[in-house]
């Protein structure tokens, strides 16, 4: 059995709309997760029960369900509510990508705020007592200190977030978004060929994931290099 090369050559621009597509998710995704995982990570590891608990349910929920579940609980969900559907906010709602990007956000968000509210609760006491002894506010350590070092120290675990991430990105096809995963489905349903279709889709993700894992190695050279052990050190 030979693959078909042609099939791959005639439906490769579908492909690139696709990746297209699981970039554009991937990336917005990636933005408003990480910005709204930084302050439930503040929260997340207050004294504050008022404070930390809420984001403890909200981390534990979104963990603890599948990805598929809370995208089917957006796009199917929300429509059946009137107050929805006469919303200004319905043209939106409506709209696959849009509540594909809502349901990832908050999935990425919770994970990140749980990797987060660890490298906070990792920092040592030492830089905390230092700046204290400088005289910087409880604001400034925690935007000066506190956040950057926890970034730092989450960092590789992050980098695993968002391919795990980019991976998910083909369940968006369940809600008719035409990503990788769909246009792989689309070629297979026109061709029979599944090797051919999903092959390339596969191809298409580990060029991905590559781009992913190589892009955070470079980033963890740069940010960790003071974690770095001296040469012969045992």
Not at 24 to 50: E, H, I, K, Q
Not at 96 to 113: K, V
Not at 132 to 137: E, H, K
Request: aromatic share 10%.
């Amino acid at each position: 059995m030979m693959i078909d090369l042609q099939i791959i050559q005639d439906n490769l621009p579908a492909f690139l709309d696709g990746a297209r597509v699981t970039i554009l998710l991937l990336l917005a995704s990636a933005v408003a997760g990480l910005s709204l995982s930084l302050p439930l990570a503040v929260a997340r590891v207050s004294a504050n029960p008022f404070l930390s608990r809420p984001v403890f349910l909200f981390t534990y929920v979104l963990r603890g369900t599948p990805l598929l579940v809370q995208l089917f609980m957006v796009y199917f969900g929300l429509a059946q509510f009137d107050m929805v559907r006469d919303s200004s906010l319905w043209p939106l709602l409506r709209e696959p990508w849009f509540c594909a990007w809502i349901a990832f956000t908050l999935n990425t968000a919770a994970y990140t705020t749980e990797m987060l509210a660890g490298a906070l609760r990792a920092t040592p006491a030492g830089e905390v007592e230092a700046a204290r002894s400088l005289g910087l506010t409880g604001f400034d350590i925690y935007t000066r200190i506190l956040i950057p070092g926890a970034v730092r120290r989450a960092l590789p675990q992050y980098g695993n977030e968002l391919v795990m991430l980019m991976h998910a990105t083909s369940i968006a096809s369940a809600v008719t978004l035409v990503e990788i995963t769909r246009v792989a489905r689309d070629v297979h349903a026109n061709s029979l060929l599944a090797v051919e279709a999903f092959g390339t889709a596969a191809l298409f993700y580990l060029a991905l994931t590559l781009c992913i894992t190589g892009l955070f190695r470079l980033l963890e050279r740069r940010l960790l290099r003071h974690l770095a052990r001296p040469a012969g050190a045992s």
